[in-house]
């Protein structure tokens, strides 16, 4: 079981940006393919208070499948595996606790959504709109304290991106 919940967590941490809570509440039915031209990924409906606040899409065929499978074998179930019906509040950080009571390393699984959020903050690729969208934030702050981890930009990489905006000129 604790291998299950472990993928479950790095898969929706690392591939989706899912926070704790998000986990706990994330039903199979809330997980579904996306058939894109290039190839077909996974997209994952995330709600607040039962309504779906965004969709995030998560690319990595591996953890696609896993997430895909769990969905399946759970239907309209809780994605994260428990034992019982109900969801432990603190579900998530018992898994960190039990790995480092086996011996392992801990982790944080707000850490690890927020490397996520870094590396999307660092592709040029990512517009700080679809982010914030796919991110579920409302503000950038989130990477106040991610600073020293976003990658270094010149005054010319600023100015060529700025070049290449689209609408009036900045």
Known sequence: MLRAQLLTILDLTTGAGLSSQE???????????????????????????GVISRVVP????????????????VGSGFVFPIVGDSMPRNAICHVAEELVEQGFPGFNAAAL????????????????AMLMKMAGIADLRVLHDLEADLPQFSPEDGARALLHCKGEDL
Request: glycine share 6%; charged share 30%; proline share 7%.
């Open 113 to 128: 959504r927020n490397r996520w959020v870094v590396k999307l903050a660092s592709d040029p690729g990512v517009p700080a």
């Open 58 to 73: 998560v690319v990595c065929p591996v953890r696609g499948h896993r997430l895909l499978t769990r969905a399946r074998e």
């Open 23 to 49: 986990i706990r509440h994330l039903r199979g039915s809330d997980i579904s393919p996306l058939e894109l031209a290039e190839r077909t990924v996974v997209q994952i409906a995330v709600r607040k208070r």
